[in-house]
Nanobody
Framework: QVQLVESGGGLVQAGGSLRLSCAASGRTFSRYAMGWFREAPGKEREFVAAITWSGGNTNYVDSVKGRFTIPRDNAKNTEYLYLRMNRLQPEDTAVYYC?????????????????WGQGTQVTVSS
């Protein structure tokens, strides 16, 4: 059974940092692109960042470029996806979701996210 479990959210002041983690299990996630999305109150879920199965290519929404990075660790028995968030701003406040592609080895331009975690809350105070 595919399972994605996020952790690491919390309350932080503007300008601070957080690292979100997504523990992936139930299949060999090192073969699949993965990404982070977020949903703020009253807004639609939006794409934040994505990384290919190999880690060789990444993509970010413009609003987080230069502040967020999306490393992944495929070496452990439980594979991990991370979202390192620096210089956080109140507009980054949202529930953050980890997601995974359903088809292996696809480039980011063809990724379809079919597996989702339950989300972790990030709140940035001004």
């Amino acid at each position: 059974q595919v399972q994605l479990v996020e952790s690491g959210g919390g309350l932080v002041q503007a300008g601070g940092s957080l690292r979100l983690s997504c523990a992936a299990s139930g299949r060999t996630f090192s073969r699949y692109a993965m990404g982070w999305f977020r949903e703020a109150p009253g807004k639609e879920r939006e794409f934040v960042a994505a990384i290919t199965w190999s880690g060789g290519n990444t993509n970010y929404v413009d609003s987080v470029k230069g502040r967020f990075t999306i490393p992944r660790d495929n070496a452990k028995n439980t594979e991990y996806l991370y979202l390192r968030m620096n210089r956080l701003q109140p507009e980054d406040t949202a529930v953050y979701y980890c997601a995974a592609d359903a088809v292996p080895y696809r480039p980011l331009s063809h990724t379809s996210y079919d597996y989702w975690g339950q989300g972790t809350q990030v709140t940035v105070s001004s």
